[in-house]
């Protein structure tokens, strides 16, 4: 909820309240000095209807206001008055009233001397202030409102500016993060805060950047250098056995370690989010190229493969991480795959999957993910393909489920949006 | 046309590697450990081909392309870095580089390179290559063989191609897998595949010119030479 209407609501909230006790209250009180007044008022007529009536004798009743009646002794009482309800025959109803009733005597003779002031009905009244309160308080919340759109415009404005600034920015872009001065203390020290904190983000996602640019670097020249050596020592002729083998070794060695620092370095750069591309990727025609790709492979293998296809299933992402991903669940089951077996793939909208033949399941499906794991004891794998895989799904908040059924490993991959 | 190469790369050893093996291969390599000296010899001579490593002391390799392609724009530039292909490759290629290849790389498939991108910028140098009676066409990847036409499948092709440009030169499993089927060796189970496949060519070259060309160096590989 934006500041502007939470501080409209809540205000219109206690408003409502603090309207329906004013409300109360103020009918109240008004019906009570209105009361008191219209007794004072009725009393003194009565005291002038008493005076006539002495000096007169008689007094003409006029009613329903004015009424002297005489009366025994045993009814006298204190004066005393009440509300009530007389028929009036021209409207046809009964109309309120406020009577008062006081007691004189005169020459041995007791008097009930009733004075009544018609009254405004008390619907009335209560009808009339609401509509009073409810103009005045609704004038008050469209002034406050305009005031605090205008406040709005004034105060948040400039850190309105910032908010969009900060939601421009990235990382990767070489734009330095450069907020507004607002001149209000409290977002000038908030804003000093963020760029602090950018600042300090920043360069430590540059060193970081740095490092593994630099760690390639530094890491796969001596690589070079060392399996271009080898290359060079094979050509010569008068070595024997035990050193063949020796350089053989050196020359896989670098094969391995060149393909695990690059795994490695992949996979930070997926963390650090060098890869930002996305366009929508179609599963389907990936998997196609690359069983296609690995055409000779498969046949070498005696390994056939079958595709299901329901629905092709696209899924927004990097097209290098996706053919990434590909490349290495697909390398995965070959490797895995006894020969002359069947690796089954299943596309549908929502998923996709990859099966090999085997003969165990894999005793801890959480571990393969993990880099450097390794099922089994081939010296080829580097242990980091599937934590690639992983990394790569995590990215894009895919889900992966193991399952082994049927003497059948399965990779099922499944689409962000279900 | 003096086969001429200028190597930009800081690193000593590899540099002394890579410009002994293109001097073995035929080629004259000049080199330069960075930008500025890279610039300098550019400036004052041709060079038909130009390696050029990303991660120098003065600055990102990069940055030579435009300055190379602006004064030559038939040099063939190619990165050797040892950065992931997947982002330079891109910025690599659209700054007009021609090709790439990722550290550490083989010295024959460099070679190959090489090869392929001097037949590609200059019509000059013959698109045809001869080894005793084979010739191979690289404009319509046509072989013949004693001047008659002989039918090889497209892996077979470059088989050939990779292991007649890389004469009398020992070839790994590993290096022609790659070259040929483009996988990383290490991601893949390959020993029997690769012999599966030499095996073949090896059937088919002898059928046709009744040598053995391809000799099994044990241990190692493979080596294309005549007896």
């Known amino acids: 909820m934006k500041l502007l209407s939470k501080i409209n609501r809540t205000y219109l909230r206690y408003g409502i309240l603090v309207f329906l006790i004013a409300d109360v209250v103020i009918i109240l009180m008004s019906n009570f000095i209105l009361k008191e007044e219209i007794d004072q008022q009725l009393l003194l007529e009565a005291e002038v209807i008493a005076e006539t009536f002495e000096k007169n004798g008689n007094f003409l009743n006029v009613y329903p206001t004015d009424i002297v009646e005489e009366i025994a002794f045993s009814k006298v009482e204190n004066s005393s008055s009440k509300d009530t309800l007389i028929y009036d025959a021209k409207h046809d109803d009964l109309v309120p009233y406020r009577e008062l009733s006081t007691f004189k005597s005169f020459n041995g003779k007791h008097y009930q001397i009733i004075t009544r002031q018609m009254l405004m009905e008390f619907d009335d009244i209560f009808s009339l202030f609401t509509a009073l309160i409810s103009t005045v308080l609704g004038l008050i919340f469209i002034l406050v409102l305009l005031f605090t759109q205008k406040m709005n415009t004034i105060l948040w404005g400039t850190f309105n500016k910032n908010v969009e600034l900060l939601k421009g920015y990235s990382f990767s872009s070489n734009n330095q993060l450069k907020l507004k001065d607002t001149g209000i203390e409290e977002f000038d020290d908030l804003n000093q805060v963020i760029t602090k904190m950018s600042d300090r983000l920043e360069k430590d996602y540059r060193s970081s950047k740095e490092f593994s640019a630099n760690a390639a670097h530094e890491l796969q020249t001596p690589l070079a250098i060392i399996r271009n050596k080898c290359e060079n020592l094979f050509s010569e002729t008068n070595l024997n056995d035990e050193t063949i083998q020796s350089i053989r070794e050196i020359y896989l060695s670098t094969d391995r370690l060149s393909g695990i620092v690059k795994g490695l370095l992949l996979l930070a750069k997926i963390d650090h989010g060098q890869f930002n591309e996305t366009e929508e990727v179609s599963f389907s025609k990936l998997l196609k190229i690359r069983i296609d790709n690995l055409d000779e492979i498969l046949q070498d293998r005696n390994l056939s493969v079958d595709i299901y296809t329901s629905e092709d299933c696209r899924i927004k992402m990097d097209m290098r991480l996706a053919s990434l991903l590909i490349q290495n669940i697909t390398t995965n089951a070959v490797n895995h795959s006894p020969a002359s077996k069947i690796i089954e793939i299943k596309i549908s909208k929502t998923q996709f999957s990859i099966s090999n033949h085997g003969e165990t399941a894999i005793k801890d499906p959480e571990l393969i993910f993990k880099r450097f794991y390794k099922e089994s004891k081939s010296s080829k794998s580097t242990g980091i393909g599937l934590a690639l895989v992983k990394k790569i799904a995590d990215h894009y908040g895919m889900k992966i489920q193991y399952s082994f059924k049927n003497f059948k490993h399965t990779f099922t991959f499944k689409s962000p949006d279900c | ?227």
Request: one cysteine or more; glycine letters at 6%; aromatic letters at 10%.
């Open chain 2, 1 to 227: 046309m003096d086969k001429e190469i200028l190597l930009i790369e800081d690193d000593l050893s590899l540099q002394k590697t890579v410009a002994d093996f293109l001097k073995s291969s035929g080629f004259k390599c000049i080199c330069a450990t960075n930008i500025k000296e890279g610039k300098q010899l550019f400036d004052k001579k041709f060079y038909p081909i130009v390696l050029l490593d990303l991660g120098l002391p003065d600055g990102d390799g990069l940055d030579c392309i435009p300055f190379i392609k602006s004064i030559w724009n038939e040099t063939g530039v190619i990165i050797i870095s040892a950065r992931d292909k997947l982002e330079d490759r891109v910025d690599g290629l659209n700054l007009g580089a021609d090709d790439y290849l990722v550290k550490p790389f083989h010295l024959s498939e460099l070679n190959a390179r090489i090869n392929a991108l001097l037949r590609r910028n200059f019509h000059t140098h013959t698109s045809i290559i001869k080894f005793e009676n084979i010739e191979i066409e690289t404009q319509d990847r046509t072989i013949k063989i004693d001047g008659e036409h002989v039918d090889f499948s497209k892996k077979e092709y470059d088989l050939l191609l990779y292991f007649i440009e890389n004469e009398n030169r020992v070839l790994t499993k590993e290096s022609l897998f790659e070259h040929v089927w483009g996988e990383n060796s290490v991601f893949m189970d390959n020993s029997d595949f690769i012999y599966t496949h030499i095996n073949r060519l090896r059937k088919k070259l002898k059928k046709h010119t009744g040598e053995n060309y391809i000799k099994t160096v044990h241990g190692f590989g493979y080596k294309f030479e005549i007896h």
